[in-house]
């Protein structure tokens, strides 16, 4: 019988960040970019999320600019409701990028399990996502793809924003254009065939949405068709189904971030911008200091038995990936290049922030308990 060396070389954590610093766990999620893996740090045994996009699919969709601009983005990002980025680094194959993990599930997730939430729980979780909203916002940033499935809840129940594929900065005095969002979500002005322009009040519209569908179960724009959801978004007024347990003052903000034009619409600088967002009257006693810093009670609390994932990702992986990730060297040509594909530049510049990343957070944003 053969003897099999299952000894591994001895890892230098002081070198650059690469793949060989994280033990590959199981597959947790996926996107139109790329996959997401659990994975754990060998050296401080922290568990986080490897999100990874495969070099010749990103060229072959065009979305090399999007990758860049996200990595981008969340390097200058630092919120504890957000997700943050600890680390990103590359092979010849994939880009990587390694991100705080929140074990509590995706909004999507938890609302498949519990169907239609309390009242009271809707309200903390809107803060929470809104306090990522404007905080994003004061970056001037703009997330442009809220929805369910991009909201995550760690541990303890605290809503984290995720997913900047298509996030993007704005100038206050400059409108943007580009047709970008998931249809359901997407605000008017942005579908508009004029393309007049829209701002970054149309994140307040996907919240609108969000909020209407927690409290309810279902969207208020629906159609058969892409079409139909579309004409009804530009043009149907927002119906609030009959409910004793839902506050005038829960109908009032959905309402509210659901108006048209958007020049009306809560949140925007002509409404009295964000402070009149945290001042409505559905928050009535919040303390937004303590909600800052975490000192909020969440009342939803997710299985802490559970990683609380689609369980069908990991087995997709295992049976249609046609590659499995693995941590390989870089093939390296005699001038001292990388052998990849021929990438634009703005690509190799992934690793320019791992080093500076890992020293100035070093540890992931954890959420306190309550």
């Known amino acids: ?9 001895p890892i230098d954590f002081t070198e650059e ?8 766990l199981r597959a947790i999620g996926k996107g139109a970019y790329g996959k997401v893996k659990l994975v754990r740090h060998k050296d401080t045994k922290i568990q986080y999320a490897l999100k990874y996009i495969d070099k010749k699919q990103c060229i072959a969709q065009k979305a090399v600019d999007y990758i860049i601009q996200e990595r981008n983005l969340l390097e200058d990002i630092h919120c504890p409701f957000v ?9 010849d194959d994939n880009m990587f990028m390694v991100i705080d993990l929140k074990t509590g599930g995706d909004l999507r997730y938890v609302m498949s ?60 005095t400059k409108l943007l254009h580009a047709i970008a969002g998931s249809l ?75 108006t048209r034009p958007y020049i009306d619409r809560l949140g925007s600088k002509e409404t009295g911008g964000d402070t009149r967002v945290t001042a409505h009257a559905w928050f009535k006693g919040y303390d937004w200091i303590k909600m800052e810093k975490l000192e909020g009670k969440p009342l939803f609390v997710p299985d802490a038995k559970s990683l609380n994932v689609d369980e069908t990702i990991e087995l997709e992986e295992l049976l249609y990936s046609e590659t499995q990730l693995k941590a390989k060297p870089r093939k390296i040509q005699k001038d001292g290049h990388s052998k990849s594909p021929s990438f634009c530049v703005s690509i190799f510049r992934l690793n320019s922030c791992s080093r500076r990343l890992s020293t100035i957070n070093p540890t992931p944003q954890t959420s306190r308990k309550d």
């Not at 019988?1 to 299952?6: A, D, P, V």
């Not at 997407?186 to 209407?212: C, H, R, T």
Request: proline share 4%.
């Open 17 to 24: 960040v690469n793949l060989t610093h994280f033990e590959l």
């Open 83 to 91: 997700c943050n980025l600890r680390y990103s680094f590359q092979d």
């Open 113 to 172: 399990k519990q169907g239609k939430l309390p009242e009271a729980t809707v309200k903390f979780m809107t803060a929470e996502i809104l306090l990522g909203i404007l905080y994003l916002h004061s970056k001037k940033v703009v997330h442009r793809d809220l929805k369910p499935e991009n909201i995550l809840l760690d541990e303890y129940g605290h809503c984290c924003l995720t997913d900047f594929n298509i996030a993007t900065y704005f100038k206050e």
């Open 1 to 9: 019988m053969g003897c099999c060396n299952t000894k591994e070389d």
């Open 184 to 258: 359901s979500y997407m605000a008017p002005e942005i579908l508009d065939k004029e393309k007049k322009g829209y701002n970054q009040v149309i994140d307040f519209w996907s919240m609108g949405i969000i909020i209407y569908e927690m409290l309810f179960s279902k969207r208020p724009f629906r159609g058969k068709t892409d079409e139909e959801v579309e004409e009804a978004i530009k043009t149907k007024d927002v119906v609030i189904p009959d409910n004793p347990n839902i506050s005038a003052e829960a109908t009032d903000i959905i309402k509210s971030f659901l």
